[in-house]
T-cell receptor, first 114, second 115 residues
Framework: DVKVTQSSRYLVKRTGEKVFLECVQDMDHENMFWYRQDPGLGLRLIYFSYDVKMKEKGDIPEGYSVSREKKERFSLILESASTNQTSMYLC?????????????FGPGTRLTVT | GENVEQHPSTLSVQEGDSAVIKCTYSDSASNYFPWYKQELGKGPQLIIDIRSNVGEKKDQRIAVTLNKTAKHFSLHITETQPEDSAVYFCAASEGGYSSASKIIFGSGTRLSIRP
């Protein structure tokens, strides 16, 4: 079974802090994604990566950056956390070239910025 | 870019009855339409998907239909059971390599099954 793990289930940070959310997948997937989930807005793509050191902006990249130094690990960085970044953050991965576009999600990190 | 609208936002049905969730999309280039189910405390999980060259697909109690002309697709769950209670997301994708299988999600439907 594909496993996507996220470093924390719950996180509380203060405004202005630098925040790191880590995601690790164990199935050698090329693609990795970061989403935020807010009630009534569904899942919105923040950034994605299709290879090591490669990244592309999603629909709401402002205030976020990402890092992918190793194939299995994709980090989301909030350079200076703000209260409007309080949300559920979901990481996902998928395989390239298999004909299947299924994304496998981690359990999520609920981040509260106070 | 692609925009996916999903209705209703909440749905309550009696156990054993059917549930239908509807979505529309805007980009005619989209050719892959997955549905994800998110149970409490978990990440979304793919339950069924359909490609644009197919009008309908069924897997046991769930089925999806696609009308490319109208840019509509729907999820049908028959003989609903308590374990069907969850949030359901529709999505659309161009499915191309260059987009790394980027998927646009709808806003979600919270389905509750009444005993």
């Amino acid at each position: 079974d594909v496993k996507v793990t996220q470093s924390s289930r719950y996180l509380v940070k203060r405004t202005g802090e630098k925040v790191f959310l880590e995601c690790v997948q164990d199935m050698d997937h090329e693609n990795m994604f970061w989403y935020r989930q807010d009630p009534g807005l569904g899942l919105r793509l923040i950034y994605f990566s299709y290879d090591v050191k490669m990244k592309e902006k999603g629909d709401i990249p402002e205030g976020y950056s990402v890092s992918r130094e190793k194939k299995e690990r994709f980090s989301l960085i909030l350079e200076s956390a703000s209260t409007n970044q309080t949300s559920m953050y979901l990481c996902a991965s998928s395989l390239q070239g298999s004909g299947s576009y299924e994304q496998y999600f981690g359990p999520g990190t609920r981040l509260t910025v106070t | 870019g692609e925009n996916v609208e999903q209705h209703p936002s909440t749905l309550s049905v009696q156990e054993g009855d059917s549930a239908v969730i509807k979505c529309t999309y805007s980009d005619s280039a989209s050719n892959y339409f997955p549905w994800y189910k998110q149970e409490l405390g978990k990440g979304p999980q793919l339950i069924i998907d359909i490609r644009s060259n197919v009008g309908e697909k069924k897997d046991q109690r769930i089925a999806v239909t696609l009308n490319k002309t109208a840019k509509h697709f729907s999820l049908h769950i028959t003989e609903t059971q308590p374990e069907d209670s969850a949030v359901y997301f529709c999505a659309a994708s161009e499915g191309g390599y260059s987009s790394a299988s980027k998927i646009i999600f709808g806003s979600g439907t919270r389905l509750s099954i009444r005993p």
